[in-house]
């Protein structure tokens, strides 16, 4: 049963546009939301996160948005660059649950010239 | 520089054979984790432990075993009992009750059935 979803594998953007991925959950109890991203043949790295206090974060050309009454949030890349192409995990966690982070199945962004 | 160590890098196992996957970090992390990775899905919880001699189950715990005894090493077995051995393993680790600054990941074993 999969708590997070993210329904797009895959997003083509071209360079200098926006890239939005979308996230969605099914567990309201989640209040801790995190995004990694992936290059081939390396782990995750830590992206940007977003707690349930808030309904936005930003970090340079990085913006989480979080919609908590329709259990979805999305990453906002403004503007795309290259090396930006990669596999885009969201993760999410409930406070009473520590350590365990549920994953969904990553979305792949190619950003074209 | 501080970072998660993962080896092998891909491993070959033959059928009814346990194999341990070897996790080191050097970052004083105390909270440590095993995922496993499978083709459009997401990553799942296979165990993890937030201090030295003591781990919990997670969400696919069965067929695996773990073991905590120094801090920066979490060896995970991949045991006979598991089905659907062949995945993509990935080991973390965090800094105890600060998981919102995420996890640092290793770059994965392969671990393929032959």
């Known amino acids: 049963d999969q708590q997070v979803k993210q329904n797009s594998p895959s997003l083509s953007v071209q360079e200098g546009r926006i890239s939005i991925l979308n996230c969605d959950y099914t567990n309201s109890m989640f209040d801790y939301f995190l995004w990694y991203k992936k290059y081939p043949a390396e782990g995750p790295t830590f992206l940007i996160s977003i707690s349930s206090i808030k309904d936005k974060n930003e970090d340079g050309r990085f913006t989480v948005f979080l919609n908590k009454s329709a259990k979805h949030l999305s990453l906002h890349i403004v503007p795309s660059q290259p090396g930006d192409s990669a596999v885009y995990f969201c993760?999410?966690?409930?406070?009473?649950?520590?350590?365990?982070?549920?994953f969904g199945a990553g979305t792949q962004v190619v950003v074209t010239p | 520089d501080g970072g998660i160590t993962q080896s092998p890098k891909y491993l070959f196992r033959k059928e009814g054979q346990n194999v341990t996957l070897s996790c080191e970090q050097n970052?004083?992390?105390?909270?440590m984790y095993w995922y496993r990775q499978d083709p459009g899905q997401g990553l799942r919880l296979i165990y993890y432990?937030?201090?030295?001699?003591?781990?919990q189950k997670g969400d696919i715990a069965e067929g695996y075993s773990v073991s905590r005894e120094k801090k920066e090493s979490f060896p995970l077995t991949v045991t006979s009992a598991q089905k659907n051995p062949t995945a993509f393993y990935l080991c973390a680790s965090s800094i105890v009750n600060r998981a919102n600054y995420g996890y640092t990941f290793g770059s994965g074993t392969r671990l393929t059935v032959v």
């Open positions: 432990s937030q201090i030295v001699n003591d781990f």
């Open positions: 970052l004083n992390h105390d909270a």
């Open positions: 993760a999410a966690s409930q406070a009473d649950s520590w350590g365990k982070f549920q």
